[in-house]
């Protein structure tokens, strides 16, 4: 049975932005839809573009209608009714926009009291600060920081440092929607609950590892966070290093969030180094130009409309980056790892092959290996790749065939977006699928030595059109070893 979900204040600063239209907000309408939110919960948005409530109210109604489904307008009407605007600007030495907040939560204290900062990440010490100094932060406050946490290490520790300052650890959140994907958790479940997969989840059956996010929208409006952060940044740091920390990780004893994290961390810390020369050898990286994406025609970086033009940072910021990791432990020991992303990508499609080792002596000819496929997104399920006979007398000839689960089809029920059970979990005060501080540490500690030859070097990343599946370096990378990237599971 459910629990009855109790009110609170939902604070979002960087209410206006691209995440909270695009994910928060609609994922928060649907959990009012489905009667997840108390009907005293309210929604408080913060931003500096001078909005009041009605304007905000207007703002969600136009932009973020485009993301839910338009089939009830009375719980449309509840949800925009929940919605409240401060224009404030943090770091500007502003007291009315504090003052105004402070009217609103006057009153409210025994409630629970999120504050969501979905806003650039060197927002989160000051507005930790101001929001401590202007008296509001309760016993019952809880704080969700968005990922990337800091550009560096340096920045991250400053940046814990800052909110630790203010929140106990107890009261921090960090987020990393990757962890709150159905497929993601399956991935769990698919290694820990089935006793098949373990013996052969080694470097004796598995050749390597792919992990793909590749993403088909490119970066319009975003150009003032993404000059400064770059698809290492954005994507690597966080979303694919903890995918590839839950393919990698030693079974946890428990399944709650201590045990799983402490084996998370331990595969960070395995990482072997990418330092100096061999930064050119192992990483690479890319700017899309203009070209086709989803059959229309799309600009080029450079030229997305901004508000802003861009600098000499937009000219070397990455859109695109591949790297080939190595987890230094006896499980993985000789297996690459790797992980590419990408903007204006053909396809959108995030995807884990766990490509296994060919048959050590094969009787048939026209063998391949066995690949494992997870795909979070789109359409979520799990496909291995088999080799079977053709049907029919004569030689024996043999088709690599798919064994598919897919979750739609399987599971009747909604697969609800990650945000969704993520701020769930965060009303609930359940923060399992949260990352800890060291692990978002131990993440930047292998980014680091990548980002300061990159930095150092200060060459333009390899110019690849969009719509295509990224520079040629990519396909260099893998093809060194022999190996290649498997486009026809993604497209
Ligand atoms: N976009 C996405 O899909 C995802 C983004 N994230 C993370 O979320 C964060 C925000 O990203 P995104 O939404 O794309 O960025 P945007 O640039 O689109 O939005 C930033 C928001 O922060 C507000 N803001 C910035 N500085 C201040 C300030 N000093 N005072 C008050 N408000 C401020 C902006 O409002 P205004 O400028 O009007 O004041 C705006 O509402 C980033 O850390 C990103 O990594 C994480 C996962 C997915
Ligand atoms: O964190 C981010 O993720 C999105 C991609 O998320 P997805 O759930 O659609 O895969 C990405 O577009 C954005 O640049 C980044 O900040």
Known sequence: ??????????????????????????????????????????????????????DFRGKVDAEVRGYVPA????????????????????????????????????????????????????????????????????????????????????????INDEVGAIFDERQIYRIDHYLGKETVQNLLVLRFANAFLEPIWNSLWIDHVQITAAETVGTPGRRGYYDHAGALRDMVQNHLLQLLCLVAMEPPSRNDRESIRDEKVKVLQSLRPIVGGEVDRFTVRGQYTAGECDGVRVPGYLDEPDSTAPTEASRRVETFAAIRAEVKNWRWAGVPFYLRTGKRMPYRSTEIVVQFKDVPHSIFPGSAPNRLVLRLQPSEGIRLHLMAKEPGAGEVALKPVPLSLSFAETFTSRVPEAYERLLMDVLAGNPTLFMRRDEVEAAWRWIDPILHEWEAQGAAPEPYPAGSPGPAGAHELVLRSGRYWYEDDLA
């Open 71 to 158: 089939d009830d307008h009375a719980t449309w009407q509840r949800f925009l009714g929940r919605l409240h605007h401060v224009s404030i600007d943090v770091g500007g030495q502003d007291t009315e926009g504090w003052s105004r907040t402070a009217r609103l939560l006057a009153g409210h204290e025994e409630r629970d009291r999120i504050f969501y900062l979905a806003s650039p990440p060197m927002t989160f010490g000051p507005f930790c600060r101001e929001l401590h100094r202007a008296g509001l932060v309760t016993p019952a406050s809880r704080v969700v920081l968005e990922k990337p946490l800091g550009r560096d290490l340096a920045s991250a520790q400053r």
């Open 1 to 54: 049975m459910s629990e009855t979900p109790r009110p609170a204040d939902l604070i979002v600063f960087g209410g206006t932005g691209d995440l909270s239209m695009r994910k928060l907000l609609p994922a928060l309408y649907h959990c009012d839809r489905d009667d997840r939110l108390a009907p005293e919960t309210r929604i408080i948005t913060m931003s500096r573009g001078g909005l009041d409530d009605a």
